[in-house]
């Protein structure tokens, strides 16, 4: 189905093989590295090495035992990763160089992240750009001046710094850092290497104790919308979780907000008082005044807007700062609150031009193949969906108003981890698809699968349990009883039996690719290539398809899972495909 473990660990088991033979244990423990002296370079190490390499960091024995460790004690995570950047050769005080934008949030802080780049890789500056997860392949998640850097180059700094973190793992109790630790570190690396401008952080989970808080001195922060996720990790209120996402702030540096409800908002005040830090409260995207048209943003949903507006003051600080360097920092009028609502100035046109033009894939992304249109949004919290229902209903009513004919709706869902699928699922029902269509976060069931979209952390049988529940839920939500007896779509060796009530209309499928060629029913040209392996269906499953053959349009939204979206641009985006 995909590559096996011990295939990765043996990939991995090269790089040790190597070193080894080059005895050169003594000359990483002895020798400091500077982040700019490159390593001698690895011959024989390719890309697909390097992230079998890394997915290993996944499932590491002592990197578990790091976060069971440490998860009573957050302090510890950040102590551990000064560790490992040290280890790997870099210093905290070096990070200072990269003038980092460092934002957080529950919904939009990656869209934003995305606008704050463009903004100012559009006035000429070098930018980094650190995100996650990636949708399709790893290096997506480093970017310079916009694009992920490439797989010589990944490849390149992927093994200067693992070879400087494993060669001093027996001296440090055999420990190496978990995956989005080693990326961070990684990215650190490549922007001081590639001497970037300024670096955009998005932080992965939290803020507070999250390993991108390493940070010292960022030049400005960022805090997107608030809502409830990672509740194991970051509280189970949204109070609790706008402590943690505050916790970036810095004494001194300034911080921008979007309108948050009334409760975290108090708390992010608290937060920004104790710390010193000066926060501002962004306007309306319409209290930006403009000589003429209003702003036009590239990526599409209401939502987007204040997203945008935060954008817009995060580059503006940062410019100010770069272009006038002797300007101090302006306190918030009102101490007493510790707040003040940030200035709608004029966007200049390169701001104007930087939103307009940016791409952020995976996220209110639309795509038409024929007479098949993909609605893609990596929604996967009930605030984020609520955004998805809206700009889909939106948007595929406008497409099928001129589709001249009709349409079939069709949801293609998953959700991972702890997240409330039922909740989610529910804030769907709206939206009248005539077919749900369920399946795990796997891209095909052979074993060809890029190893960049491996997740050793969760078996195949939990995914399509997860699957068969959501399949449950909907069936629940939409009134319909469950039935005894289900009849099998896919049979396959290395797989459990995925299967689908009679007489429904929700499917289950073992793999991405196995749910668009049943849901496109040939009619996308894409999915249709000699190249693209069709994975056979019962008679039954078949002529359940009746009406996407005989549909003028076909109009599919994937959501719940930016997991599920990434595999699903695997195949219809042949940029992705590289």
């Known amino acids: 189905m995909m590559v096996r473990f011990s295939r990765v660990l043996e990939r991995g088991s090269v790089f040790a093989a190597f070193l080894r033979q080059k005895d050169w244990s003594s000359k990483f423990t002895t020798v400091k590295y500077s982040s700019t002296k490159a390593e001698p370079r690895l011959h024989r190490m390719e890309y697909q090495d390097a992230v079998c390499t890394l997915n290993t960091l996944q499932t590491n024995a002592c990197a578990l035992e790091q976060v069971r460790r440490e998860r009573g004690h957050p302090q510890l995570q950040l102590q551990a990763m000064r560790g490992f950047l040290e280890r790997a050769g870099l210093v905290v005080e070096e990070l200072d160089h990269l003038n980092i934008i460092h934002v957080t949030g529950t919904k939009g802080k990656g869209s934003t992240c995305a606008f704050t780049e463009h903004i100012l890789r559009s006035y000429g500056f070098r ?32 093994w200067q710094v693992y070879g400087r973190l494993y060669e001093t793992k027996d001296t440090h109790g055999g420990s190496m850092p978990a995956y989005f630790r080693f990326l961070t570190i990684l990215a650190f690396h490549v922007f001081l290497q590639e001497k970037v401008d300024l670096a955009v952080i998005e932080v992965g989970i939290g803020g507070a104790y999250d390993c991108t808080n390493i940070i010292r001195r960022p030049w400005v922060c960022g805090i ?40 975290p908002m108090m708390v992010l005040k608290e937060r920004a008082k104790e710390i ?34 935060l954008a817009l003051q995060l580059s503006h600080s940062w410019l100010q700062r770069r272009c006038l ?31 307009e033009d940016t791409e952020w894939p995976g996220r209110t992304q639309t795509l038409k193949h024929g007479p098949v249109t993909y609605f893609l949004d990596g929604a996967h919290t009930t605030r984020s969906m609520l955004a998805c229902v809206s700009w889909f209903s939106k948007v595929a009513s406008q497409h099928e108003r001129t589709t001249g004919g009709p349409v079939v709706r069709v949801l293609l869902f998953n959700a991972t981890g702890e997240r409330d699928s039922a909740a989610m699922l529910k ?100 999915l249709a290539h000699p190249d693209k392996r069709v994975i056979p269906v019962k008679p039954s499953v078949t002529a359940k398809a009746a009406p996407l053959r005989d549909a003028a349009g ?12 990434g595999g699903v641009l695997k195949h219809l985006d042949p940029s992705f495909a590289s």
């Open 427 to 526: 804030l769907l029902v709206p939206c009248h698809f005539d077919f749900a269509v369920f399946c795990p976060n796997i891209t095909e069931a052979i074993a060809s699968c890029n190893a960049d979209q491996q997740n050793f952390n969760v078996s195949v049988e939990n995914m399509l349990t997860r699957c068969l529940d959501n399949q449950r839920s909907w069936r629940l939500l939409n009134g319909q009883e469950e039935k005894p007896g289900a009849q099998l779509l896919i049979s396959r060796d290395a797989l459990p039996l995925v299967a689908a009530e009679r007489c429904s209309k929700t499917l289950v499928f073992p793999c991405i690719l196995s749910a668009l060629q049943w849901l496109s029913q040939g009619r996308d040209s894409v």
């Open 325 to 355: 360097p002797d300007q101090s920092i302006p306190s918030p009028a009102d101490e007493s609150k510790g707040v003040s609502p940030a200035a709608g100035f004029q966007p200049s046109p390169i701001m104007a031009k930087g939103l």
């Open 554 to 565: 076909i109009h599919v939204l994937v959501a719940g899972s930016l997991h599920l979206v």
């Open 224 to 263: 997107a919308s608030l809502g409830i996720d990672h509740t194991s990790i970051l509280g189970d209120t949204i109070e609790k979780i706008a402590w943690q996402k505050g916790g970036i702030f810095k004494p001194g540096v300034p911080a921008f907000t979007v309108k948050q409800p009334d409760g």
């Open 127 to 158: 930018t980094g750009f650190y995100s996650s997860p990636h949708l399709v392949e790893v290096r997506e998640r480093i970017r310079i001046n916009g694009k992920p850097i490439g797989k010589e180059l990944f490849t390149k700094y992927f």
């Open 276 to 309: 010193g830090c000066p926060l501002w409260v962004c306007p309306e995207l319409e209290e930006y005044p403009a000589d003429s048209e209003p702003l036009r943003l590239g990526l599409a949903g209401h939502h987007q807007r204040s997203n945008a507006s």
